[in-house]
């Protein structure tokens, strides 16, 4: 079992930026996929950005914010990282930590085994 717990998250004025981290414990997370999702206010979970492993580490940024946020990863840590910057309102959202243990299908939520319990980012105008 691998549990997630994020954290980071807070209230800023738009065009503000947070680090968001997300620490795993239970197992080494070094070859995992791990992932970040966002689910708005009665809207659906979406993907976010994704750090894989193949041999080397590879990350993936959703279209819509791929000039604004990066994801990293500390293996020796065992913790993913979400850099969101020049935050806008609609980023206001639960950030999810998602981790599994294969790297195919990372875009869709319902392949994770694991996830944490979010953390908030509200953004004001």
């Known amino acids: 079992q691998v549990q997630l717990v994020e954290s980071g998250g807070g209230s800023v004025q738009a065009g503000g930026s947070l680090r968001l981290s997300c620490a795993a414990s239970?197992?080494?997370?070094?070859?995992?996929?791990l992932a970040w999702f966002r689910q708005a206010p009665g809207k659906g979970r979406d993907f976010v950005a994704a750090s894989i492993w193949n041999g080397i580490v590879r990350t993936y940024i959703t279209d819509s914010v791929n000039d604004r946020f990066s994801i990293s990863r500390d293996n020796a840590k065992n913790t993913v990282y979400l850099e969101v910057n020049s935050l806008k309102p609609e980023d206001t959202a639960l950030y999810y930590c998602a981790a599994k243990s294969s790297n195919v299908e990372i875009h869709g939520s319902g392949s994770y085994a694991y996830w944490g319990q979010g953390t908030q980012v509200t953004i004001s105008s």
């Open positions: 239970g197992r080494t997370i070094s070859t995992y996929t």
